[in-house]
């Protein structure tokens, strides 16, 4: 980069047309001589003119914010997570910038990790860090009965369930080998008319598959699972295998064994899930609010016009 900057230091220099004192190009030495500078202006000038605004391409490297440099090969593993994902629009080079923003904000904040993965648990600092700078009020009992008022349906809870969960872990082979077995996995579920074949046993991980069928209350699947999946599974029939899905790390199929009938429960019963919902909507409003301040205000510069597989 000194180089494009040592141009545009030349470019600023040089002398123009009208300037104060300069009328002419010098002349020593001859005619020969003299059209001989003006060539060399000519290509100098000309080379300045296509490579001023062109960003000097390092191989490996997505993209730089500020001085920090965005691997291709992190862009490439983010585009492999992101296989039937749609929730989230945001393609993997925009991700790996966003995490390169935190990783900025960590360091500037001091933060030193001696944790295993060095990048998620340094971003996961950096955020905890900006929210206890920013804390998100508690809601008032009054918000919340509003919010359980607007739509009660919304929480409805079946009284009774049986889950099946196969769970495709990326240790053995990576993120990519994950999805690809668990969709062959998927596959061979929905063509059985029977037991499940030994095969997707054979496909799947499990050691991280502790769901077997037992009756779990929906707190209870909550609680096991998260939020996001257990509304997944609160939407499938009798006997219906979800589609391969990804969170905490690994790639999932889930499977209504059986359920009871679903009731809505009163507030006082909901309550204090609403107000975590409450907080945990705020303080995600937070963070985008400042990822989107970072980017204002940080030299972000791309050299990859696309990545394959990105969303």
């Not at 500037?108 to 996961?124: S, Y």
């Not at 969709?183 to 077997?212: F, H, I, K, M």
């Not at 907080?279 to 990822?291: D, G, N, Y």
Request: hydrophobic share 45%; proline share 6%; glycine share 8%.
């Amino acid at each position: 980069m000194a180089c494009c900057r040592e141009c545009n230091a030349l470019d600023r220099d040089w002398p123009q047309s009208g300037s104060k004192g300069v009328t002419t190009l010098p002349k020593a030495g001859g005619d020969g001589l003299w059209w001989a500078m003006l060539a060399g202006a000519i290509v100098i000038v000309l080379g300045l003119a296509f490579s001023r605004d062109a960003p000097v391409v390092n191989e490996g490297v997505a993209a730089y914010v500020g001085d920090l440099s965005v691997p291709s090969a992190r862009v490439a593993e983010i585009a492999a997570g992101m296989q039937g994902n749609t929730r989230d629009a945001r393609d993997a080079l925009t991700r790996a910038i966003d995490e390169s923003l935190w990783l900025q904000a960590a360091w500037d904040e001091g933060l030193v990790e001696q944790r295993g993965d060095v990048r998620d648990a340094l971003i996961a600092d950096a955020q905890a860090a900006f929210l206890a700078r920013n804390p998100v009020r508690q809601p008032t009992e009054t918000e919340l009965r509003a919010l359980y008022a607007r739509s009660p349906e919304r929480f409805r809870q079946l009284s009774g369930m049986r889950v099946q969960r196969w769970s495709f872990l990326p240790s053995r082979g990576g993120m990519r080998s994950a999805w690809d077995r668990a969709t062959e996995a998927y596959r061979q579920l929905t063509a059985a008319n029977g037991p499940v074949p030994a095969s997707v046993l054979a496909l799947a991980d499990p050691q991280a598959s502790p769901l077997a069928g037992d009756v779990m209350t929906l707190p209870q699947l909550r609680k096991s699972i998260g939020s996001e999946p257990t509304i997944l599974v609160a939407q499938l029939g009798d006997g219906e295998f979800s589609r391969p899905v990804q969170h905490g790390g690994a790639i999932h199929i889930y499977r209504m064994v059986a359920r009871d009938a679903a009731v809505v429960p009163p507030f006082e019963a909901v309550g204090a899930r609403i107000a975590d919902e409450f907080v945990l909507q705020a303080r995600e409003r937070l963070l985008l609010e400042e990822l989107q301040r970072m980017r204002a205000q940080s030299e972000v510069r791309v050299l990859l016009p696309a990545v394959p597989g990105g969303r």
